[in-house]
């Protein structure tokens, strides 16, 4: 089980990487729930499917480049904790003052909790 879940986990972030929204939904629950947690807030929520691929769709036009590098793996049944390095080149400016072009990069963790072999949740944290 737990190295199908970590297969599970390496396609989406893969398919992350490579903006392939199909890829990343591929092995998620229809009822997926998605949390993006910054500095202690919840600042994006998702409920299904269908809000999941509309956010992931909308998130590509921020970037020109996106690159999650897994660094550390931790198994809890039925969670998958991963440790991330976080790398992206900006397509627009943003609000926080970054501009088109400059480099964001983050140190986060992610959550992927499973039911019946899909994932149910996943919580971004940074």
Known sequence: ???????????YIKSYNDFD????TENLSENIIFE???????DLRTEGITEFKKQAESAKQYFTQRKQTIETWNFSEPKITIEIDYKAILAIDLPNGLKKGDTLKLKGKSEFEFENGKIKTITDKS
């Not at 089980?1 to 396609?11: A, F, L, N, S």
């Not at 929204?21 to 990343?24: E, F, Q, S, V």
């Not at 993006?36 to 919840?42: A, E, P, Y």
């Open 1 to 11: 089980m737990k190295e199908q879940q970590k297969k599970i986990v390496e396609k």
């Open 21 to 24: 929204i199909k890829g990343m």
């Open 36 to 42: 993006n947690i910054s500095n202690g807030n919840v």
